[in-house]
């Protein structure tokens, strides 16, 4: 069976790890990440996921006035 996560992401480098491992644990065999203007290292972990062929990563910039998740 093949489940994929889809999610937005912002500032969540400290929790992110331990949470794609409770989803790996679950089931969960892909995830794809938008994040949107980080600043906490949270791109800098995606990146490696992403070459680890553990996810796939999409940079979201969004301006101020604008909600990411409706991008």
């Not at 480098?13 to 892909?30: F, K, N, Q, S």
């Not at 972990?45 to 998740?69: F, H, M, S, Y």
Request: glycine share 8%; charged share 20%; hydrophobic share 40%.
């Amino acid at each position: 069976m093949n489940i994929q996560f889809v999610t937005s992401v912002k500032d969540e480098g400290l929790y992110l790890l331990e949470w794609v491992a409770l989803h790996r644990a679950i089931g969960v065999t892909g995830f794809t990440f938008f994040h949107n203007d980080c600043t906490d290292g949270t791109v800098r972990i995606l990146r490696r996921l992403q070459e680890l062929g553990l996810a796939r990563v999409v940079a979201n910039p969004t301006p101020a006035d604008k909600n990411p998740q409706g991008r």
